[in-house]
């Protein structure tokens, strides 16, 4: 994927997000049940990145399961959202209880992560993050990145969202044909489908359908070659299960533990 392409499909989510951040983040109050799962397997103690945070949903999943003592520093490139996660979990702060909280402004999908990423992490979360990375190989090294960023003994926990497989995914798509003519009246740089790559796709929003997001789901070979990549990093796949959704399979999370010697 060229740069100006992957510029344009990451410039489509800023939009998408500043445009609906508010109604966004309210259909998002809930608990991932895949969560619990995953906390199994985290470090009791030590930092949490959660990458992607949006309205702070995990770090109020986090005080529910009373991590008092666990840091927590949410990550999103979009100030609409950081004011949302702060409104709403006020008591995620380092002045009370709950996980002692920071949010930072970082957009981790262009590879501009602030400087506070140089502190080791015991649990790096990257929860509906991955789709709305253009490139394959951007994704992978985004979790390269991440994995260096860990503690020994971390726990990367990351998800694959499967919606293209529920059949409710054939009507929220919007044609890439669709979204160039509007691109055109409005004066927006135009993608040509033939320089994306197999699985990117539109969806819309039934608040206002002029907005689309960018989403990516990759094949079955394309999260192996993610799995095997890290793994060859020094990474181990220590658990890979589905969860969550309508169907409890719209996600598939796989959760790396990095060796104590990487």
């Given at each position: 994927m060229s740069p100006r392409v992957r510029h344009i499909l990451l410039d489509v989510n800023r939009r998408f997000y500043d445009h609906h951040a508010a109604a966004f983040g309210a259909t998002r109050q809930r608990p991932w049940p895949g969560w619990t799962r995953v906390l199994e397997h985290a470090p009791a103690e030590g930092p949490c990145l959660d990458i992607g945070c949006g309205n702070g949903r995990f770090c109020g999943f986090l005080d529910t399961q009373d991590l008092e003592t666990r840091p927590y520093l949410g990550i999103d490139s979009s100030l609409r959202l950081l004011v949302e996660a702060r409104g709403s979990l006020r008591r995620c702060s380092s002045a009370g209880p709950g996980p002692r909280a920071r949010w930072v402004l970082g957009d981790v999908a262009s590879g501009r992560e602030p400087l506070s990423l140089a502190t080791p992490?015991?649990?790096?979360?990257?929860?509906?993050?991955?789709?709305?990375?253009?490139?394959?190989?951007?994704?992978?090294?985004?979790?390269?990145?991440?994995l260096r960023g860990l503690a020994p003994a971390g726990l990367l926990a990351a998800t694959v969202w499967r919606l293209d497989r529920a059949p409710r995914f054939g009507k929220r798509r919007v044609p890439w044909g669709t979204y160039a003519a509007a691109c055109g009246k409005a004066g927006l740089p135009v993608v040509d489908e033939g320089e994306l790559e197999p699985g990117d796709h539109l969806l819309d929003w039934s608040a206002d359908p002029s907005v689309p997001r960018y989403c990516h789901f990759p094949t079955d070979d394309e999260v192996q070659r993610l799995t095997e990549h890290l793994k060859s990093l020094g990474a181990t796949l220590v658990d890979r299960f589905l969860s969550d959704g309508p169907s409890g399979e719209d996600n598939l999370y796989l959760l790396f533990r990095k060796a104590p010697s990487c």
């Open positions: 992490q015991a649990l790096v979360a990257v929860f509906g993050v991955l789709h709305h990375i253009p490139g394959e190989t951007w994704r992978r090294e985004l979790l390269a990145r991440l």
